[in-house]
Every structure is written in structure tokens, then in C-alpha cells.
């Protein structure tokens, strides 16, 4: 049994703890999958990088108001998929050989899955069934996630019929002319849009009656008119089996109008993501955790074991990977200065939903100020209502803001229209350095006409007290 100064288990954000401080410590890593984790492989990036031309796509289709006539002839889905992954892979080949190579001679990579049978203690298992034993001083757990698999009739078994998560639809080999998605979250509405945008016939089922629920009401009551409009979208549906056809697939639903099915050549499972904890065993060597699996941790990223911190999508309430990096660079300073050790700052999360339309949020929503009794206001501005907007005919799209009436502090903001993730951005800002709406608003110049005027001109409708 080999013994190490630091455990680092998982190479997505986990990876990024190992820095030239430690080159004195003998780490080990432990990877079952891929280095550079979800967002890298299976997540975040390769998503993103289907979602620009899926945007031009539909850009093409989109144009006719503004008096262009414009079309997609082709999708060539291998060309769009190759040029993905192969940048991704080579960039997690090379994530590997630093690891394994002599640049990092302190640090020993283990290729399998680790379980803890112990606090400290793990056992690896590689492709091939060797076990190897590893402990160490200290621990740093980042394993993430996986995609959530329902218990559907027809999914699980034996011989369950073919379908695809996130971690596999992307490196498909053609271009499916129809895909059913089960989900309503934010990732099944982004391949939703990648697959719509590309010409599939995409049929989304969903068991509530809106998409997006995590949102702010408003937000998710427009992206699901908006989602009915573009494509097939069932809604308050319950799924009863799954079962193969000549063809593809059929999903068999139930609602209040009665049993009924839909059928497509491809079925995306995307019904959320779970923690690893369950791999590793965690339970069962004496880590706490919440009810939906995730390891506890404090303020510090420690979980109740001396020496072990955890971070990322295994312990965060944020499956977001601007959260894990975060959390990583937390926890390597404390790994560093344990007598002087820094907090987590979790205020102000903001997130993005990279669809048509685009959505971004951060703070509370108001249906959360309210149980939270916050004492807010609030303002909307339609995209319509700036020059910016009126340049791209957008009609649907709007800003949200909540702020406390008397300090003019921000509370939330939400955003569903063109570039949302990017127009956030002065009001994270505002939010993380405690900028008042007051402030924001007139303590600077806002160009015109662009689409931060959005922001100017919400801020300014604010219903706020006299200073």
C-alpha cells in the first residue's frame, strides 16, 4: 500500500489544485474517465461549441423580419462534431501526459476507479481489475458527477433500448432527422436548440408544466412559450415505458387527455446529474452527506474528515464549472496556509442557459425573496424597448431586477434575449462589490446603442425610495 501526501481525486477542477507550491508533496491521482472532467469532455465546452453554429443556423431562419431571405443548405454534423472533439481530445491527451510525464514527477496517476474503504484510504480498480491500495495525509475530492438515468420501463435491464445522455449524444455519427428528449432543464434545452437548429425534428417531453423551473417564473413561463413555438414540447407528461421500433425508438406517456406515444430515431435522456459519492463509497467511510448525495463541506471546502476537502459538482449546491474553479483555488490555498485559511464566496452565483433565447441569472428569483420575507422592488425592460433591440426585432426578450427599495442594492437579476450571459455581467458586478442600482445606473456611461442599455434602463425604472 503506497502512501501519499495528497490525494487528488478527479482532473476536471481537482486538477487545478496541484500547483507548483506542492512540488515538494507526493500526490496521487486518481482519474476513472477522462482528464479535464465533464466540462472539458462531456459538458460546458463541447456544448458551447455546437451551440455557436446552431445559433447562425437559426439565425438564417430567423432573419425574415429584418427583410433577408436566408436558409441552411447543409449540416455537415461529422465536419461540426470532428472539429469539437478534436480539439478537445488533444487537449486532454495533453492534460494526461503532464500528469504522467516528467514535468510532474511527484505526481503518480492511477487510471481507475477509486472507492474509499476507509476515511483516508482508497482501493482502484483499473480497466483490466488490478487493485491497487493508496492512502494519504490529506484528500482532495472532486470527482463531480453523472448523467441521471430515471427509472423508466425500458431504460434499465439487461437489454435496455438504446438511448444516449449527455455524455455520449454529442459524438454521434450522423445527424438523426428526429430525436425525442426526455428533460427540462437546462440541458436538455440546449441540445434541444442545437438539434432543432440543425433541422431534427425534436419532440421534448417534461413531467411539469414549465421548462426551466429553477429560473424566475416569468423567465421560464416566456422560454416555454417561446420553446411550444419553435418545436414539439409535451409538457406535464408522465412517461410510462420506452420500448424499440424498427426505426428508433417510442416513448409511451401518460396525462390527463390519456395514454399516448411519440416516436423518433434518437432518445437523449437528460433528466439531471447525480453526485459520484456512490462510487467512491463515501457513505460508508464516514463522510456526511445531504439527501441528494452531495458530500457536506464548510465554509472552507472541508468535509467533517481532517485533512479532506471536497469541491465541485460532488459537494457544491452549484453544478456550475465557474463555481468549481472557484472552489478550487479556495481549497489549494488552504491545503497551503491551513493556519490562514479562506472562505468560499457562494453570495452571488450567477448561471446561463446557452439556448434561443439565451438566459442568465444570479441572485434570488422572486418567488425565493419571498419565502426569504426580503424586502424587495421591481423592474422590467423589454429588449424591445432599446434601440438595440429594435435592430434585431426582438420582441420577447426582457431584463428582471429586484433590489431592496431603501439601500438600492440588488437582489436578483434575470435575463432571457440576445447575448444575456454577457449582458449580466455589470450586474454581477454590482451584486459582488455591493454597488447600489443608484450607482450603477449613473456612475458611468452606458454606449449607445448596445445592449447594456438594457441594463441602464431597468436599473433606472427601479421603484426605489429616496436616497
Known sequence: M???????IGTGSGNSVIGPQFDGWSIAVVEKGEFGGTCLNAGCIPTKMYVYPADLAYGAEAVGPLGVDAQVDKVHWSRLRDRIFGRIDSIEAGGREYRTGPR??????????GRFTGPKALSITDSSGVLQEITGDRIVIAAGGRPVVPPIHGLLGDNPVPFHTSDSIMRIDELPASIIIIGGGYIAAEFAHVFASFGTKVTQITRGEFLLTHH????????????????????SRKIVGVTRTDTGVSVEMDNHAGPHSVEAEVLLVAAGRTPNTDVL??????????PDGRIVVDEFQRTGVEGVFALG???SDYALKHVANHESRVVQHNLEFPDKMVAADHRFVPAAV?????????????AQAKKKRVNYVVATQEYGGIAAG?????????LKLL????????????????EAAVVIQPLIQAMSFGQSARDLARGQYWIHPALTELVENALLALPLNPA
Do not use: C, K
Not at 446557452?354 to 422572486?366: C, K, N, R, Y
Open 2 to 8: 503506497r502512501h501519499f501526501d495528497l490525494i487528488v
Open 313 to 315: 459538482d460532488i459537494s
Open 281 to 290: 463509497g463515501a457513505a460508508a467511510a464516514g463522510y456526511e452527506l445531504h
Open 216 to 235: 424566475d417564473r416569468d423567465v421560464s413561463e416566456r422560454f416555454t412559450m417561446l420553446t411550444d413555438q419553435r418545436y414539439d414540447l409535451l409538457t
Open 354 to 366: 446557452f439556448t434561443h433565447p439565451q438566459i442568465a441569472s444570479v441572485g434570488l428569483t422572486e
Open 104 to 113: 510532474t514527477p511527484n505526481t503518480t496517476v492511477f487510471a481507475g476507479t
Open 403 to 418: 433590489a431592496d427599495p431603501d439601500t438600492g442594492l440588488l437582489v436578483g437579476a434575470h435575463i432571457i434575449g440576445p
Open 390 to 398: 429594435w435592430a434585431r426585432e426582438d420582441t420577447t426578450g426582457f
